[in-house]
Nanobody, 125 residues
Framework: VQLQASGGGLVQAGGSLRLSCAASGRTFSSYAVGWFRQAPGKEREFVAGINYNGRSTYYADSVKGRFTISIENVKTTVYLQMNSLKPEDTAVYYC???????????????????WGQGTQVTVSS
């Protein structure tokens, strides 16, 4: 599956953005999908994850209550709604997909087999 991330941009602190991760070649059925981010000089970190039917979601503590991950009905696009953005949310955001199953670790980068290109999110103070 090929992934295309979009929706990044420049926003003031307290603002909102919605990122999209579109699948091409197939749908997200049977896949776990995650969002990660990487700030300059830092390692890529988990942000949010969702299973293919949208019934289970996972969040990093730093974004709980502010970010929401969702999957649209035909399962070709996953969204990351980001509210109350902070300057520390500034990073390149990546979406990723992996073959889900029992015991899947949504938080680990190594769980994901496919990665999209990043989209830059910049939050000004």
């Amino acid at each position: 599956v090929q992934l295309q991330a979009s929706g990044g941009g420049l926003v003031q602190a307290g603002g909102s953005l919605r990122l999209s991760c579109a699948a091409s070649g197939r749908t997200f059925s049977s896949y776990a999908v995650g969002w990660f981010r990487q700030a300059p000089g830092k390692e890529r970190e988990f942000v949010a994850g969702i299973n293919y039917n949208g019934r289970s979601t996972y969040y990093a503590d730093s974004v709980k209550g502010r970010f929401t991950i969702s999957i649209e009905n035909v399962k070709t696009t996953v969204y990351l709604q980001m509210n109350s953005l902070k300057p520390e949310d500034t990073a390149v955001y990546y979406c990723a997909a992996g073959w889900s199953g029992y015991g899947y670790d949504y938080y680990a980068r190594t769980s994901y087999n496919y990665w999209g290109q990043g989209t830059q999110v910049t939050v000004s103070s």
